[in-house]
């Protein structure tokens, strides 16, 4: 199914980033909603720490507790459909990420490239990232410096280790100019949709209540995530090293991704799935 219009697929090439017209219905959203609620409720040791990959539960090291319908956000056929249009037929979901903004802790997200940490080779990947709140310049909304990807370099970096921001990998100020930033304000259900290699970041909640978004990571299986070479040591229970893989659709074109690693153990001592037709997870073949 076309998803996005022609002038949206091109604005995203254009610009690395798009807020489309496609939103969740309100079925699947208010379901979104209740796993965050859960999610959040469950791990209060997270505080406003990432969660990493919580649609396989058990996968990571960070030893949340999550449920196994996390799923059906990131399989949801529409949204693989849009996915699909940008980066192709062979999609691998690589990971997904809740980041949850509580009221009160004036922590931000530094402006930051992904691909300084992700381990994709060729480095390809898209990310959704859903309002699973409200999410408004007060309360910390995601930030992007549109054109920033047109130069497919990751830029320089440092790490900052203070509890002023909740990822440590921060770009030099050098490297962009704030002024072209532009602030993604998105009703819940609403998305973004954003290029590996784009300026993004977000400041501080300062609200009265949480704020909540949460990113799915696409990558095209012509590309090979290598779980055994990474850019940088993992610093807060990232678990770049056990993220699991699905093919959500076509094949493996690389033929050397892992399909296992990050996938607890079946009963009976088998592995976990590491693919998905639809919402409903199968056994790869023998």
Not at 180 to 191: H, N, T
Not at 251 to 277: E, K, L, M, W, Y
Request: proline share 9%.
């Amino acid at each position: 199914m076309t998803v996005l219009s022609d002038d949206e697929v091109g604005a995203f090439r254009a610009d690395g980033v798009l807020v489309p017209e496609f939103r969740l219905p309100p079925d699947l959203l208010a379901r979104l909603q209740s796993l965050a609620a859960r999610l959040v409720a469950d791990n209060p040791h997270m505080g406003d720490e990432p969660v990493a990959s919580p649609h396989v539960p058990g996968s990571g090291v960070q030893n949340v507790r999550s449920d196994p319908g996390w799923i059906e956000i990131p399989t949801f056929p529409p949204l693989l459909d849009m996915v699909e249009q940008l980066i192709g037929p062979d999609i691998i979901l690589w990971g997904t990420t809740l980041f949850h903004k509580p009221a009160g802790l004036d922590r931000g997200v530094p402006w930051h490239r992904d691909g300084r940490y992700w381990p994709i080779k060729p480095l390809a990947t898209t990310s959704v990232w859903i309002a699973v709140t409200d999410c408004t310049v007060a309360n910390g909304c995601l930030r992007t410096i549109p054109g920033s990807h047109a130069g497919r370099r990751i830029g320089r970096h440092f790490r900052d280790h203070s509890d002023r921001v909740t990822i440590p990998e921060t770009l030099h100020a050098g490297e962009f100019d704030v002024d072209d930033a532009r602030d993604l304000e998105l009703e819940a259900g609403r998305m973004a949709v954003f290029d590996v290699y784009m300026i993004h970041g977000s400041n501080p909640n300062r609200t009265a209540a949480p704020r909540i978004g949460y990113a799915l990571r696409f990558m095209p299986a012509s590309s090979h995530y290598d779980h055994h070479d990474l850019p940088i040591a993992d610093s807060r229970g990232s678990a770049h090293h056990t993220r699991p893989l699905i093919q959500v659709r076509g094949r493996d074109v690389s033929g050397r991704n892992d399909f296992t690693i990050g996938h607890p153990r079946a009963p009976g001592g088998g592995s976990g799935s590491g693919s998905t037709t639809g919402t409903r997870a199968r056994p790869l073949p023998a």
